[in-house]
């Protein structure tokens, strides 16, 4: 299947059907962008706020928005001002049983190849909804059945999607409307994506997590993460201390191989397991790291978890290495070693599961002090590829589980 590029436009003007079913349609002025009805006897702007009556409202189904805007004898109506070019715009409702966010791309396409900047077809492919050319020819607007995250403070959400200029004069910036917004709509359909808006809030809120810039300070992040990297050891592990609790998550990361790049006292780079849509998605500073798509993070051994696939990133955070068996825990104490340069007194937790992995106890609950020396040769002698299977023993010869 080859990979789409998004530069098929409709040659008729189609909008999306959700919304072009519904009458929530007005006449708007390319001048100024706002909305106007001139069947209520006037093309000056209008009232569309919330607090309006049924019979005060000026919007109308899509085909008397159309029919009004491309009349020739609609620009006899008296108005104040420059008017420009007249279109449609749906007005988004203050509240709506069919919420359709807006997601307003702009500076993202070059009018004149229908180049559409790379994050933006990475956009377009997971989102799979309705979409269509700007105005200008340089914007994209994609339609989804999705509402702003409830846990983002701001009525509208707005970010940057690149440091540099990509066409015309701005850098490339997403802005979401969810509610109350007159949205400047151009029925130029890009046919590669589908007609009907999908269900896509779990993108949305993985895009808001990403792009959001309201918690902007590595600083900040790796603090916050930092206490809650310490809430996942166990007591036992605390008063253990063992360094593997207090390694460099950016170490970890420069072994696994992403690139880098330096950010007030950190790092940031796109994530390593699920990638990233700006290729910056993953702080890193010291001890702890942080995942803006799915907000959560941890120290540099639940990194490892996550890079080796113990864990799945959006459940790193509190007590998730609690949820590995002894056994798993002690593999991934192994790869961490092994892989990504830990080194020193290994977690006593790790040391249970190689005890258990070998045989050397059966039960979860039994201390291991007594046996500590040769649990201790054994984890050292193990690695994670066949750890629990075969291991070299104290004479140099190799023993099978169970036979010591």
């Not at 007005?26 to 006897?41: H, Q």
């Amino acid at each position: 299947m080859s990979e789409r590029k998004f530069n098929s436009v409709a040659e008729e003007p189609t909008y999306e059907q959700t919304m072009a079913d519904l009458p929530n349609w007005v006449v708007c002025s390319s001048a100024d962008k706002r909305p106007r009805a001139p069947w209520l006897g006037h093309l000056n702007p209008c009232q569309w706020n919330g607090n309006l009556g049924e019979d005060e409202r000026p919007e109308r189904a899509l085909e008397i928005a159309q029919n009004w805007a491309g009349h020739p004898g609609t620009r006899d109506i008296p108005y104040d001002g420059e008017l420009g070019e007249l279109g449609v715009a749906y007005i988004l409702p203050f509240e709506s049983s069919t919420p359709i966010l807006m997601i307003d791309l702009d500076s993202v396409r070059r009018e004149d190849t229908g180049e559409i900047h790379p994050t933006v077809v990475n956009f377009l492919t997971e989102l799979d909804s309705s979409a269509e050319i700007s105005q200008s020819g340089q914007g994209i607007h994609v339609f989804v059945r999705a509402t702003n995250p409830e846990w983002y403070p701001q009525k509208t959400f707005i970010a940057e999607l690149d440091s540099e200029v990509w066409v015309g004069d701005d850098v490339p910036k997403m802005e979401m409307y969810d509610r109350a917004r007159v949205c400047l709509t151009t029925g130029r359909h890009l046919t590669e994506t589908p007609r009907n808006a999908r269900r896509r809030q779990g993108v949305v809120d993985d895009l808001v997590r990403e792009y959001d810039q309201s918690v902007d300070s590595v600083e900040e992040i790796c603090m916050m993460e930092k206490r809650q990297a310490k809430s996942q050891e166990s007591p036992a592990q605390k008063g253990n201390q063992s360094p593997y609790f207090s390694q460099n998550s950016v170490d970890v990361l420069r072994q696994s191989g992403v690139q880098l790049k330096k950010q007030g006292t950190g790092y940031r780079c796109g994530h390593p397991v699920h990638g990233s849509t700006n290729k910056d998605n993953l702080a890193s500073e010291g001890e702890v790291w942080y995942c803006h798509r799915h907000d959560a993070g941890g120290n540099a051994l639940m990194l490892v978890a996550v890079l080796e696939g113990l864990i799945i990133c959006e459940k790193a955070g509190t007590k998730s290495l609690s949820d590995l068996e002894d056994e798993e825990f002690a593999r991934l104490c192994l790869l961490a070693r092994d892989r990504y340069g830990f080194d020193g007194k290994p977690p006593a937790r790790a040391l249970r599961g190689t005890a258990l992995a070998y045989g050397l106890i059966t039960d979860p609950e039994s201390r291991i002090k007594h046996i500590y020396k040769i649990t201790r040769k054994f984890y050292d002698a193990s690695r994670p590829e066949d750890f629990g299977e075969r291991v070299p023993a104290l004479d140099g010869a190799v023993s099978k589980r169970g036979e010591y």
